[in-house]
């Protein structure tokens, strides 16, 4: 059975950096490697993913559903600075509707 994802509830991702990280303040934390490759450090390390990104709930949610359409095509494959656990995860919650 699939885990139950809402913006303010904390992710269940064992084993991941956003495992108990509440979905709305992910975009607080730092990537774990740069989003675009042969981006320099001062870019990325050590900040965080609202300095480049405007997200909102419903922005997030956009996104979200790319994963929900594109599920197993190359954007599920494609890495992600939070892995593709992320990726998971905000595909469930636009299933859930983006609650």
Not at 43 to 57: A, I, V, Y
Not at 69 to 84: A, D, T, V, W, Y
Request: charged share 20%; aromatic share 8%.
């Amino acid at each position: 059975m699939p885990n139950v994802v809402k913006f303010n509830l904390p992710l269940v991702a064992p084993g991941s950096v956003i495992d108990g990280v509440i979905l709305s303040e992910i975009t607080q934390m730092s990537p774990m490697f740069p989003p675009v490759e042969g981006l320099p450090d001062e870019f990325w390390k050590e900040q965080s993913c609202s300095n480049c990104h405007e997200w909102t709930q419903e922005r997030l949610c956009d996104q979200a559903n790319v994963y929900v359409n594109l599920s197993g095509q190359k954007s599920m494959e494609k890495p992600h600075p939070f892995g593709g656990i992320l990726k998971r995860n905000l595909r469930q919650w636009a299933m859930g509707g983006c609650e």
